[in-house]
């Protein structure tokens, strides 16, 4: 059975600064996936990782996968406010998406 | 990309009533899916719907519960019956499009609230 770790599960960040969410899987998974949600929102597809090594790129946010160690991570370079949400990463197997717990995001001035 | 509208937005029930969601996308697609996220939690598979098949549900899950339709490529329900309380989540609809070298979206979900 599939099974996805997100962590950490809050991350408080300060404008500016770095900082890097952690998503393992526990089996061969097809893709991996993340989403970004806001309060009240639905999901916003963010990144879809393919392959080992990818890594795909758009604003502050870098994702990354590595099939081998089964872990993807999703780095925030130099935090600001609108990127306060609450992050996703979700792998797949056959068409199936199995979610991580998420992580609350929230960057302070 | 997909555009996937959802009816009702929101909904208040009392127990032991039954409410029916539906899931509209503006183009064909084969695999069609339900999740659920219930209040500060991550998100569940209840089950995938294809057309022109039974939909298959997840551990957890029954068909007894929550009935599903697949009548033609755009359009899908699900149905919540002999509500409780606990029932009380987002339920979201979702497509498949990463055979088109896209992704999973996301229907904008109804929240449903048991009393």
């Known amino acids: 059975e599939l099974k996805v770790e997100q962590n950490p599960l809050f991350l408080s960040m300060q404008e500016g600064k770095n900082y890097t969410i952690y998503c393992n899987y526990s089996?061969?998974?097809?893709?991996l996936y993340w989403y970004r949600q806001d309060p009240g929102k639905s999901l916003e597809s963010l990144f879809v990782l393919l392959s080992n090594g990818a890594v795909k790129q758009e604003g502050r946010l870098m994702a990354s996968l590595d099939t081998k160690a089964r872990l993807s991570t999703l780095h925030i370079t130099a935090a600001v406010h609108d990127l306060s949400a609450t992050y996703f990463c979700a792998a797949e197997y056959g068409n199936k998406l199995v979610f991580g717990a998420g992580t609350i995001l929230r960057v302070k001035s | 990309s997909a555009v996937i509208s959802q009816k009702p937005s929101r909904d208040i029930c009392q127990r032991g009533t039954s409410l029916t969601i539906q899931c509209q996308v503006d183009?064909?697609?084969?695999?069609m899916f339900w999740y659920r996220q219930q209040p500060g939690q991550s998100l569940t598979l209840i089950a995938t719907?294809?057309?022109?098949?039974?939909?298959?549900?997840e551990s957890g899950f029954v068909i007894d519960k929550f009935p599903i339709s697949r009548p033609n490529l755009t359009f899908s329900t699900l149905t919540v019956s002999n509500m409780s309380p606990e029932d009380s989540s987002i339920y979201l609809c979702s497509v498949d499009m990463v055979a088109l070298g896209d992704t999973q979206y996301f229907g904008p979900g109804t929240r449903l609230t048991v009393l």
């Open positions: 183009s064909q697609v084969t695999m």
């Open positions: 089996t061969t998974s097809d893709r």
């Open positions: 719907a294809n057309q022109g098949s039974e939909a298959t549900y």
